[in-house]
């Protein structure tokens, strides 16, 4: 597996990380803890360095499973975390960014992860009622004790981006991005190469749809969180089999999968970006990392965006509530 750096941090990692998230939440029941161990070790044999996780994802139970699968190989591993929820226990979760709260959160992170030093921690989501400069120099606190070595920043605007990064370098920054969600192009993607930070895409392959394994009759788990995402309505899933149909066409020609080449397709765009896809399936982890090798010219790369851009991609990537969380 080939290596990246995340901006001018100095944080290298592989070219593809592995999202941990669906292990234990968001797309179903959690998976069976040994059968989740054995994926990410997998992962690590076939030269995946680059692990993510949140203390939302479970409610620290993904933490605690990433920290048991990966206490074998400390030292060869970059594991990233987040913080910003707080869970109530009625009603909704909701946004904490209080440097008191961080630090918390931080020690937390540490003992279920089973690490001296959090890699990565990044700030989950932007909490309007507390100044982005505030978390940054509660990070900047938590790196000068030793317990964690980089910032990162998740679905914040450029402007918070830029004033964080003022105060604490931020190495990375997370955001969803792919064939079919290519907003960061707009002003993300150029204030980071700018500034020197790394990105990593989450839902590189569009919640599972570009692999060309889901369409308009596929059924979802009820704990599925597409239930509700509107771009995943089944009159959507049809109208955006164009995208999969680009994608397929692609991959017969260059002898690769519909998911090898939109990560293949990401990975040609920068040589800062590093894409996270996650699975529950060792089968889908060895077809994902497969993209690490599938060449894409820059004249392939051409093709597949000037054909996207003819496809109008329907419905939105989120509810309303949950895109108000995001970008700011």
Same mark, same amino acid.
């Given at each position: 597996?080939?290596?990246?750096?995340?901006?001018?941090?100095?944080?290298?990692?592989?070219?593809?990380?592995?999202?941990?998230?669906?292990?234990?939440?968001?797309?179903?029941?959690?998976?069976?803890?040994?059968?989740?161990?054995?994926?990410?070790?997998?992962?690590?044999?076939?030269?995946?360095?680059?692990?993510?996780?949140?203390?939302?994802?479970?409610?620290?139970?993904?933490?605690?499973?990433?920290?048991?699968?990966?206490?074998?190989?400390?030292?060869?591993?970059?594991?990233?975390? &987040?913080?910003?929820?707080?869970?109530?226990?009625?009603?909704?979760?909701?946004?904490?960014?209080?440097? %008191?709260?961080?630090?918390?959160?931080?020690?937390?992170?540490?003992?279920?992860?089973?690490?001296?030093?959090?890699? +990565?921690?990044?700030?989950?989501?932007?909490?309007?009622?507390?100044?982005?400069?505030?978390?940054?120099?509660?990070?900047?606190?938590?790196?000068?004790?030793?317990?964690?070595?980089?910032?990162? +920043? %998740?679905?914040?605007?450029? #402007?918070?981006?830029?004033?964080?990064?003022?105060?604490?370098?931020?190495?990375?920054? #997370? %955001?969803?991005?792919?064939?079919?969600?290519?907003?960061?192009?707009?002003?993300?993607?150029?204030?980071?190469?700018?500034?020197?930070?790394?990105?990593?895409?989450?839902?590189?392959?569009?919640?599972?749809?570009?692999?060309?394994?889901?369409?308009?009759?596929?059924?979802?788990?009820?704990?599925?969180?597409?239930?509700?995402?509107?771009?995943?309505?089944?009159?959507?899933? &049809?109208?955006? #089999?164009?995208?999969?149909?680009?994608?397929?066409?692609?991959?017969?020609?260059?002898?690769?999968?519909?998911? #090898?080449?939109?990560?293949?397709?990401?990975?040609?765009?920068?040589?800062?970006?590093?894409?996270?896809?996650?699975?529950?399936?060792?089968?889908? +982890?060895?077809?994902?990392?497969?993209?690490?090798?599938?060449?894409?010219?820059?004249?392939?790369?051409?093709?597949?965006?000037?054909?996207?851009?003819?496809?109008?991609?329907?419905?939105?990537?989120?509810?309303?509530?949950?895109?108000?969380?995001?970008?700011?």
């Amino acid at each position: 597996m080939q290596k990246r750096k995340l901006g001018k941090s100095g944080l290298e990692v592989s070219a593809l990380g592995l999202g941990c998230m669906s292990m234990s939440s968001g797309y179903g029941p959690p998976g069976d803890k040994q059968a989740m161990i054995a994926v990410i070790r997998a992962a690590v044999e076939q030269g995946v360095t680059f692990f993510d996780t949140a203390e939302a994802y479970g409610q620290g139970a993904n933490e605690e499973l990433v920290g048991e699968a990966l206490a074998p190989f400390h030292g060869r591993v970059v594991i990233a975390t &987040k913080f910003g929820f707080t869970f109530p226990l009625n009603g909704p979760r909701g946004l904490d960014s209080r440097p %008191s709260h961080i630090k918390e959160v931080a020690e937390a992170a540490l003992k279920r992860l089973r690490v001296e030093s959090i890699d +990565l921690l990044y700030q989950h989501r932007v909490d309007p009622a507390v100044p982005i400069e505030d978390v940054a120099g509660a990070v900047k606190e938590l790196i000068q004790q030793g317990k964690v070595k980089h910032f990162g +920043l %998740s679905e914040a605007g450029v #402007q918070t981006i830029r004033r964080a990064h003022a105060v604490q370098a931020v190495a990375a920054v #997370q %955001s969803e991005y792919s064939l079919w969600w290519r907003q960061p192009e707009a002003e993300l993607l150029p204030a980071l190469e700018e500034l020197g930070i790394g990105f990593v895409p989450f839902s590189p392959l569009g919640k599972g749809f570009l692999t060309g394994k889901i369409d308009e009759h596929t059924t979802f788990d009820s704990s599925d969180f597409r239930n509700v995402v509107p771009r995943f309505s089944a009159e959507n899933r &049809k109208a955006n #089999q164009a995208v999969v149909d680009l994608l397929a066409a692609i991959a017969r020609r260059k002898k690769a999968t519909p998911a #090898q080449i939109a990560l293949a397709w990401l990975l040609a765009r920068k040589p800062w970006i590093v894409p996270i896809p996650g699975t529950t399936k060792l089968d889908r +982890l060895r077809e994902n990392l497969g993209a690490a090798v599938v060449d894409l010219t820059p004249d392939d790369v051409r093709e597949i965006e000037t054909a996207a851009a003819g496809i109008n991609v329907k419905g939105d990537r989120y509810t309303p509530e949950l895109e108000k969380m995001t970008g700011r």
